[in-house]
């Protein structure tokens, strides 16, 4: 026969779905809470994101070309998404030098010093964030006046740097209420805040997005709020005046960001679903801990990063419901 | 709620394109190339020698073992040679060649094409019949069907599931046999529960058959003992484990039989070679072959006689399409590309599928992500990603302990991976070697 066959064992047929696919729409996800801050934040917010992502793909690139001597893979989309989660996580105002810096070690620390897209235990942009918060605490804590702030025009802190100092100098939390955000606001992401972690709607509804396109599962996301929202909640029901009710810890301080796009970020979360819960109840009661008796208003990023730590030994003892037997 | 199995599973795109195609005779080929091992077990031993004279059903090879099957000629006509000659495996197989002169059938079979309904209820005849004429597992496992019908000591079957899931994308004989042949098909029910000594079989049918589903259940309208069960469409619902499971809600232990849970599992076009064997004498010696594929000019089924080239299924089928890129022996899951249109088809061949050349190669393989796709859809609820890394790194105990003798082959993991990772030829790999292990202990 002329023709020349391909011999490949099965299966012949492969799903339409990419690594590259997935991460694209990761991206999607997020362009309407990028937009959010853009309205808010203006040209700042533009630079921020522009520049995290530029820089992240930059250094994946020259590091992959010439320190590991690889074919650049950043046309996968990973390294824009660190970009972007990265610049989620700061303030609009923040120096670009600081931003370029933690985009280094974001993506030459976080990731590729572990052998790149897979490899790496903790999520990159966290641990960036976090290098960033340590190294750089004033320019990260200082948040700016949003161009839209009609509430909150006196103060730039956010409403969990409010509730924390409020709380340690012993006021109760019925006399911060004033001085919060509404629910509404909250909701919507009329308040300050890093950029990407102010409007808890528009990142539900790119979690809507990433569900409809199966990119990623209800359960992390549904498991770490939840958690927050118990463990809060018994919190606020022993003292009220001591622990503000639960709805606005998952409104504010990335609870939904960390929860959605940075807890499921694939390469550091469990394999299983029995995994997924005990990683992301982790994460939900760190943050509670964190945030109410920690030195820190926010919690989330340190408690996913715990978390992923966790997430090569959760794999190898939570074996997934085998067919046909006990474990 | 329609039932379904638990664990996993994919739905991978269902183009069924010969699904309204009635089953047509194909023309008798000029001539045949039988195989002597067209089962699971031992390989029949040949009975005929070159320049024989042999007639349609006559025996040409017999059984080799208990598990084993006979042979029989798929035509008339004088025995050229016994010789070597590759099958769909790719391998050079041991066979009979026949040079095809007319249609001369055994008179002892009954060719017409009435419908005999009854039969003397003697479990020990009935499976003597089949036996005889050689009939298989018709879903692709090939597993000699009288070897089922006989539980090992101290195992008793409660219940016959008849499996017409056709779960694999593209095929089409089993639906259309059930259309056209649902009458013999319920006798071939009815002398498999015969056989087995139960009063209770279950016919599981994926709902994207509703015509299959409908006729079968207006057939069986009057006899309780045969239940139609329609089932979400849900790959690979046509595995063993899996239609028990959705059929009884029974899980078959890690490394045991259905009979372990009293099930015994037949194909629809086993019930009808069943039906055909008892009934009229006729031995296994055609089967519904479909051909089809994206490009296929006509895709079709067709009555076709075993040893028949594949490549005559292709003209019938208006040619083989200019993009092909890969032509598989089965179904694109589970199926064996092959290299030649050479090679004939067999009891266990269900259907030929011709991909073009664009979907016949696969992707680049890049990073696991780590994604966990390939464990939530694992029918069997294994962890591919982990078993291909052991595998690679030849860390048996622990592929070992994490059950990979328990993979189906099913593929479902390497169909959904995102990373293009060839998770299941790395977990065959590991099989293979479990499974030497395993045997070597044993001795
Ligand atoms: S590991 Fe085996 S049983 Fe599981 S999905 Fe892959 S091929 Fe199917
Ligand atoms: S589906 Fe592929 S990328 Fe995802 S965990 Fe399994 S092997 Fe890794």
């Known amino acids: 026969m002329s023709k020349l066959l391909t011999i490949s064992p099965s299966p012949h047929v492969h799903t339409s779905d990419s690594v590259n696919k997935i991460m694209y729409r990761v991206l999607l996800a997020l362009l309407p809470a990028l937009v959010w801050s853009v309205f808010m934040f203006g040209l700042d917010a533009v630079r921020v994101t522009l520049l995290a992502v530029v820089s992240c793909m930059a250094f994946e690139y020259l590091i992959q070309r010439f320190i590991m001597k690889e074919v650049p893979k950043i046309t996968d989309g990973s390294a824009a998404l660190t970009g972007i989660l990265l610049a ?9 030098w600081i931003i370029i810096t933690g985009a280094l070690v974001a993506i030459g620390v976080g990731k590729l010093s572990f052998g790149g897209l897979g490899n790496n235990p903790f999520n990159p942009a966290l641990v960036g964030r976090v290098f960033l918060l340590i190294s750089f605490p004033v320019q990260m804590t200082s948040w700016p006046v949003s161009q839209h702030a009609a509430v909150d025009a006196l103060t730039t802190a956010t409403p969990l740097g409010i509730l924390k100092e409020g709380v340690k100098s012993g006021q109760p939390v019925s006399a911060l209420m004033d001085s919060l955000p509404s629910g509404m606001d909250l909701l919507y992401g009329n308040m300050s805040g890093s950029m990407g972690e102010i409007s808890a709607l528009l990142l539900l509804l790119g979690f809507g997005y990433m569900l409809w396109k199966k990119v990623i599962t209800f359960h992390i996301p549904v498991f770490v709020l939840g958690t927050i929202f118990v463990f ?7 003292n009220p005046e001591n622990f503000i009710e639960p709805v606005f810890h998952l409104l504010t301080g990335g ?3 960390g929860a959605i796009y940075m807890a499921t970020d694939m390469v550091t979360s469990p394999m299983t679903h029995r995994g997924q819960f005990i990683y992301a109840a982790g994460i939900g009661v760190i943050t509670v801990l964190i945030r109410n008796f920690g030195a820190y208003p926010e919690g989330i990023s340190f408690a996913i990063l715990i978390m992923n730590g966790f997430t090569p030994l959760i794999n190898s003892y939570v074996k997934p419901k085998r067919f046909g037997g006990t474990n | 709620m329609l039932k379904t199995f638990k664990l996993g599973g994919v739905h991978p795109a269902e183009n069924k394109l010969s699904a309204d195609k009635a089953i047509e005779k194909l023309a008798l080929p000029k001539s045949v190339f039988i195989p002597i091992a067209q089962h699971i077990g031992a390989p029949a031993q040949a009975l005929v020698k070159k320049g024989d004279q042999v007639k349609v059903g006559q025996l040409i090879a017999q059984a080799g073992g208990f598990v084993s099957a006979n042979i029989h000629s798929s035509v008339s006509g004088t025995v050229k040679k016994v010789d070597m000659a590759p099958d769909a495996s790719g391998y050079p197989k041991q066979g009979i060649f026949i040079d095809v002169e007319g249609d001369e059938w055994m008179e002892s079979i009954h060719t017409g094409d009435d419908l005999v309904t009854d039969f003397q209820a003697d479990s020990k005849a009935i499976i003597d019949k089949i036996n ?9 496992a090939t597993f000699p069907t009288h070897v089922k019908l006989m539980p090992p000591q101290g195992m008793k079957a409660e219940m016959l599931i008849i ?18 042949k649902g009458s013999e098909i319920m006798v071939g029910i009815r002398l498999l529960m015969c056989a087995l000594q139960v009063n209770k079989a279950y016919v599981g049918i994926e709902n994207n058959k509703k015509d299959a589903i409908a006729h079968l259940r207006n057939l069986v309208s009057a006899d309780s003992s045969i239940e139609v069960v329609p089932l979400k469409v849900k790959y690979p619902q046509g595995g063993e484990k899996q239609l028990i499971k959705a059929v009884t809600g029974r899980e078959v232990p890690s490394g045991a039989l259905p009979i372990a849970v009293g099930a015994v599992v037949s194909n629809v076009g086993t019930a009808f070679a069943v039906y055909e064997a008892v009934q009229k004498n006729k031995p296994l010696i055609e089967r519904v072959v479909t ?15 075993v040893g028949t080239p594949v490549q005559d299924l292709v003209d019938a089928a208006g040619g083989l399409p200019e993009d092909t890129g890969k032509i598989i022996s089965g179904g694109p899951m589970m199926g064996k590309a092959i290299a030649s249109l050479e090679v004939p088809v067999t009891k266990g061949t269900s259907g030929i599928t011709i991909m073009p050349a664009p979907e016949a190669k696969r992707e680049v393989m890049k990073s696991c992500i780590r994604c966990g796709r390939c464990v939530t859809v694992c029918p069997m609820g294994l962890e591919p990603y982990y078993l291909m890394t052991v595998s690679d790194k030849q860390i048996w105990d622990k592929a070992e302990t994490n059950r990979v003798m328990d993979c189906i082959e099913c593929g479902s993991c390497s169909y959904t991976c995102p990373a293009d990772r060839p998770l299941l030829d790395y977990i065959r790999l590991g099989k293979g070697k479990v499974g030497q292990i395993i045997r070597s202990r044993k001795k």
């Open chain 1, 232 to 238: 809060q909640g018994i919190l606020w029901m022993v």
């Open chain 2, 163 to 180: 499996n017409g899931v056709e779960c694999e994308p593209y095929l089409t004989s089993d639906h259309r046999l059930m259309l056209e």
């Open chain 2, 291 to 305: 051909i089809t594929g994206k490009s296929v000019k006509k895709p079709s089924n067709f009555l076709v006689r």
């Open chain 2, 132 to 140: 005889v004429a050689g009939v298989v597992g018709l879903g692709g």
């Open chain 1, 255 to 257: 609870a939904m960001l």
């Open chain 1, 88 to 96: 989620f996580n700061v303030p609009a105002s923040i120096p670009s």
